[in-house]
Structures are given as structure tokens and as C-alpha cells.
């Protein structure tokens, strides 16, 4: 067995540095509705909403008001974004776990009772059968924790063990997934349903303690696979962020007179020329939007879990070019190599460039999960912006 890594300290930094708007559901307003920074900020649409605006926020936080359903949508309005790189991919990341650690317990009692070692459980033991999470009282976990706190902290070192174990010994994993999955562990594991551990303890203290040990193994092991579409969504994401903002940049050059459209790509390299246009943009008020919207009520009501990320920068496509890239978004990979979107190929064939790539691999994660996934490209003459947006329900 691989040595087991460290748990991951706490964050230096608990805060992201990326302003933005955050705006509240109907929840979070009750929840929030007293505090004296609440106020009107604009939403994606431009209208006002119920919300929060600051240069950064507490991750933490804004992580935990997500799991709850209180937040509807964090969006940015920048001059350019790829500076935030790191702060845009830890709000990604951010909102895919707060879904993901929502969605643990649900998905972990689904599994541990339709396992056939609770069942067999339950049927040797009826007095004390367990079927439902509903059966366990809140009353009954305290004292569990309470009497018995040490062998279960005891107990859940040992199943972190077991499972870093397992997924340091998969030959199917990159590098990347496997460190995904060994840092993100202890949260998981942290997030499971007190019930649940009511559960797995009364039955670990029996005969089927192994068979439900392997199960509580198996089914994490299996549920750290979503992590995989966290990694593949912030890259996705920020290739579509670079595009926006090398079109953002480019119509700056060329309809302020800096640069031809031949030489603008060569232009906005430099980064003087880039400070250049950043200020254009500021001044006449043609900036890139990003929006992560997140609310059940409006955009998800049958899902507490859908995901609508929008990318937009100024400037149109017509509906040819937009078809024709959403086909090409929709195009076999399979077999071609990550080198190859950096070669000097033909541009049509590889003409979505890394961002082709990563949404094959979203594709065939989510297909396999059965997870609901889209991504559009289209003009908003109203807004004379053109956008990205991604549709996901994990």
C-alpha cells in the first residue's frame, strides 16, 4: 500500500479574491435577509436582485449557502478574467462540490439500503430492522456520538485508508484524478449523514461487520468519480474564457483603431497593448460576463442540482458560424492525442481548439453517469454579445 497522504491543511487564504455579485434565493434572503451588506445588484439579465457585492468572499461560506439552496448566481463583469484564472477555477470547483457533498448522502443511503448486506441485516435481525433514514431520530445519533465517539472517528480513519488505498492502486486514473480524489476524501467523508454512520456503526458491530465495511468502501470509492467532472469543467471553462477574451480584446484593437484584423491576434500579446484595451473597456463599458446560476426555483425546479454557466463577450456571430461550432463541439476525438490540440494541424479539423477535447471527456463522463450535459453557442443581438453557456444537472 502507497503511503497515505496527509489530511490537506485549511486554506491560507479562506477567501477568493473574485469580484463579483452574488444573488440570493427566496432561502437565502430569509436566512440572510437581516444583514446590513445585503442590497440591489444586477444579475446576469441586468436586473435587479436581492444580493451581495464585494471584491472576494469567504469560500467556506459561499460554499455552505450553495449546499442550501441560498444562492441563486454568482456573476462577474471584468475587462478580462484570464488574470483571475485561479480565482475562476476555485468558484467552479467550489460550486461542483457544494452539489456533489449535497448530493453524498442521498446517494450513499439509496445505496447502503439497497445493498444486500443491509437487507440480509434487517431480515436476521427484524426487531432491529432499519430501512429508512427517517427511522433513525437525532436523539439516537447524539448518543451514539456522544457514547461512542472515539471508535467511530477510529472507524472513519480506517475507511479513509481503505479507500485512498483503493484509488491510489487504479490503473484507470491520471494523476490529476487520483490527487483530486485523495484531497477531496476527508470532506466527503466529512459530509456523510451522522445518520448514516447510525447505521453502518449498529451493523459494523455485528458479523456483517467486513461485507458493510466493503460496501461503505465501494460506494465512495464510486461516488469520488464525479470529482472527475469538476477537473474537466474548470478546463473546459477557462479555454471558453480564453476565446471570449481574445474576441473581446481583438474588437477592442480593431474598432479603436490599434490594430487590422490580421495583425490583431499578434497585437494583443503584448501586454502593454492588452493594458491598453483593458482600459477601453472600462471606459466604454463593454465587459466580459461570467455567471454560474445555481437556482432551484427558477431555472431547476424538479433538480436541486442543475448547473447553467454563461460566458459572453461582445461582438456577433451569425447563426451559420454558431451552428457550425456547435457541431464541431459535438465531434469524435476519440483517439487524438492532448499534444495534437497544440500542433500546427489543420485548423478545421481541430478548430475548437483544447476546448474540443475537455467537452469530450465531460461527454463521455456524463453519458456514462447518465448526467444530463450541454453546451450552446449563440448570438444575443440585444445584448450584441455572443455566449457560451453549458447546461449541466449532476
Not at 494523476?175 to 466529512?190: H, N, Y
Request: proline share 5%; with cysteine.
Amino acid at each position: 500500500m502507497q503511503a497515505l497522504p496527509d489530511q490537506l491543511p485549511p486554506r491560507k487564504d479562506p477567501f477568493i479574491h473574485l469580484p463579483s455579485s452574488i444573488i440570493l434565493t427566496s432561502a437565502g434572503m430569509k436566512f440572510l435577509g437581516a444583514n446590513p451588506a445585503i442590497q440591489k445588484v444586477l444579475n446576469r439579465e441586468g436586473s435587479p436582485k436581492e444580493g451581495l457585492m464585494s471584491p472576494s468572499f469567504n469560500a467556506q461560506t459561499v460554499q455552505k449557502l450553495i449546499m442550501k439552496s441560498m444562492i441563486e448566481e454568482i456573476f462577474v463583469s471584468r475587462p478580462e478574467l484570464l488574470s483571475l484564472r485561479s480565482s475562476v477555477i476555485s468558484t467552479n470547483n467550489l460550486i461542483v462540490y457544494a452539489i456533489l457533498y449535497r448530493k453524498l448522502s442521498p446517494a450513499l443511503a439509496k445505496a447502503l439500503f439497497e445493498s444486500r448486506v443491509v437487507k440480509d441485516f434487517n431480515r436476521k435481525n427484524p426487531k432491529y430492522s432499519i430501512v429508512d433514514l427517517k427511522h433513525v431520530s437525532q436523539q439516537k445519533v447524539e448518543m451514539m456520538q456522544q457514547k461512542f465517539g472515539p471508535q467511530l472517528a477510529a472507524i472513519k480513519r480506517d475507511i479513509r485508508e481503505l479507500v485512498t488505498e483503493r484509488i491510489l492502486s487504479s490503473l484507470n486514473l491520471t494523476d490529476e484524478d487520483i490527487q483530486a480524489r485523495v484531497r477531496s476524501l476527508p470532506k466527503f467523508i466529512e459530509w456523510v449523514d451522522p445518520r448514516i454512520w447510525f447505521v453502518f456503526y449498529i451493523i459494523y458491530n455485528t458479523d456483517f461487520r467486513l461485507p458493510i465495511t466493503n460496501v461503505f468502501v465501494n460506494m465512495l470509492a464510486a461516488y469520488l468519480d464525479h470529482t472527475r467532472i469538476a477537473t474537466h469543467l474548470s478546463n473546459l471553462l477557462m479555454e471558453f474564457v480564453q476565446n471570449a477574451e481574445k474576441a473581446h480584446l481583438e474588437r477592442l484593437a480593431f474598432r479603436g483603431n490599434l490594430s487590422g484584423r490580421a495583425e490583431a491576434d499578434r497585437f494583443i500579446r503584448s501586454r502593454e497593448n492588452r493594458e491598453k484595451l483593458t482600459a477601453i473597456a472600462v471606459r466604454n463599458n463593454e465587459l466580459l460576463d461570467l455567471s454560474w446560476n445555481m437556482n432551484p426555483d427558477r431555472i431547476a425546479t424538479h433538480s436541486l442540482s442543475r448547473i447553467q454557466i454563461q460566458i459572453s463577450n461582445y461582438g456577433l456571430i451569425d447563426e451559420t458560424t454558431a451552428q457550425r461550432l456547435s457541431r464541431k463541439m459535438k465531434s469524435d476525438v476519440e483517439g487524438i492525442s492532448l499534444a495534437s490540440f497544440y500542433s500546427d494541424s489543420d485548423s478545421d479539423k481541430l478548430g475548437a481548439g483544447l476546448g474540443l477535447l475537455y467537452n469530450s471527456y465531460l461527454e463521455e463522463i456524463c453519458r456514462k453517469e447518465n448526467i444530463p450535459y450541454r453546451v450552446s453557442i449563440f448570438p444575443e443581438p440585444k445584448r450584441e454579445k455572443t455566449t457560451v453557456k453549458i447546461d449541466m444537472t449532476l
